[in-house]
Every structure is written in C-alpha cells, then in structure tokens.
C-alpha cells in the first residue's frame, strides 16, 4: 500500500531536549516536505526536498533541521525544541513530473506538545 | 499562486450532493485548482484537480467556469464519513516547481448531516 509514515504520531518533550521526527515513503518520490498546522495559520510548509541531498527552506523554517540521505526518508530534527514548536506536523510526498498523477501524498501527523 | 476564497463552512444532508465553491479571480493561465480534504486532524488527502476541463473521479467531480476564475468540488452522494475540511488551492502544476508549496488556506467545513 502506497504511504507516507511518520513516527511518533505523539510526542511531549521538554524545552531543549533535540528531538527527531521521522518519515518515510514507499513510491519513490523524488519530493518530500514537511509542514506545521497551528489553529488559525493553515498549513505551513517547513521544508522541503527535491531529491537526495537537495533541501531546502520552506516558509517556517527557523528551528528545524532536516536531512535527506536517502530517497525514502525525510526526517525532521528540532535541536533544541521551544515550546512555540508545539503543533501538529505532516509530512508529504509526490512525484516530479509535469501535469499529471500530481497529487501530494501526506502522513498521519505527529501532534508535539513542548513543555 | 493565486489566492482562493471559500465559504468557512457548509451543511449537506446525508445521500445528497455536496457542492463546494471556489473563487480563484486571478488565476493565471498555467495555474490549476487542486481539491484536498482533511478529516479531523488526519493529514490532507487529495481529492481531485483540473486545468480547464471538467474532471470527475471516484470521489468527486470538479466544475471549473469557462473563464476559470471559480470553481465547484461536487461529492455527489455525501456520507457522514465525507464531514471533513476542504481545500481549494490553485497552483502550477505540482511538481514543476522547486518548492511544491500548497497553500491550504482555511478551507471549508464540510458538516455532512444524517
């Protein structure tokens, strides 16, 4: 079955204590990306990548790190956690290609509370 | 990419069809409406997406006007399960571009009544 996983779907934490959020996808997608949901704010794109060792800022990127090393696994690191990174946080997933298949591909979340 | 404005929310009776709009005025000529819902708090699912044509899948049909500048989702035989936030959002093609960036907006709640 085609998914986008990410681990943990639920996590506390404390203030500073570097944290990471991972996520993976079984279609080969050459793009992944990380957004953040606040009440109010919609969805906010972190990060994202175009491929293997090709990252790139999204628009709310101060306190996040992410690698990409390989095509599958997109991780999301928060070195030092404050507590206006709590959220709910998604990954998703997609194809390079032109007008068709497309559609993005998204995980189930990772709600993070910081305390 | 153009902005979209959408009702914030909306009620449909159960087994009845569900029409959502859309308004995309400055749309531009390679920009397409991309539909995504999400149920409560689970990450967004794509739904539907069109340049000019109508289009229609197994979840949905999008109606875009001839002068493109809004459009209607439409779940023909709304469910409970259909009760969920959707997004218009109107963008070149994803996966021509370097960010890929959706902007999701607020999006319309969709209550699907019994």
């Known amino acids: 079955e085609a998914q986008v996983t990410q681990n943990p779907r639920y996590l506390i934490t404390v203030t500073g204590k570097k944290l990471t959020v991972t996520c993976s996808q079984n279609?080969?997608?050459?793009?992944m990306s990380w957004y953040r949901q606040d009440p109010g704010l919609g969805l906010r794109q972190i990060y994202y990548?175009?491929?293997?060792?090709?990252?790139d800022k999204g628009d709310v990127p101060e306190g996040y790190k992410v690698s990409r090393k390989e095509k599958r696994n997109f991780p999301l690191i928060l070195e030092s956690p404050s507590p206006n990174q709590t959220s709910l946080y998604f990954c998703?997933?997609?194809?390079?290609?032109?007008?068709?298949?497309?559609?993005?591909?998204f995980g189930q979340g990772t709600r993070l509370t910081v305390v | 990419d153009a902005k979209t404005t959408q009702p914030p929310s909306m009620d449909c009776a159960e087994g009845r069809a569900a029409n959502l709009p859309c308004n995309h005025s400055?749309?531009?000529?390679?920009?397409?409406v991309y539909w995504y819902r999400q149920i409560h708090s689970q990450g967004p699912q794509y739904i539907i997406h069109?340049?000019?044509n109508n289009e229609t899948n197994e979840m949905a049909s999008l109606i875009i006007t001839e002068d493109r500048k809004s459009s209607t989702l439409i779940l023909p035989h709304a469910t409970l399960r259909d009760t969920a936030v959707y997004y218009c959002?109107?963008?070149?093609?994803?996966?021509?571009?370097?960010?890929?960036?959706?902007?999701f907006g607020t999006g319309t709640r969709l209550t699907v009544i019994p």
């Open positions: 279609m080969n997608h050459e793009y």
């Open positions: 959002i109107v963008r070149v093609a994803y996966g021509q571009t370097g960010a890929n960036n959706l902007f």
């Open positions: 998703a997933s997609s194809l390079r290609s032109g007008a068709t298949n497309t559609e993005a591909f």
């Open positions: 990548s175009m491929n293997v060792e090709v990252t």
């Open positions: 069109g340049l000019k």
């Open positions: 400055t749309i531009s000529g390679n920009e397409y």
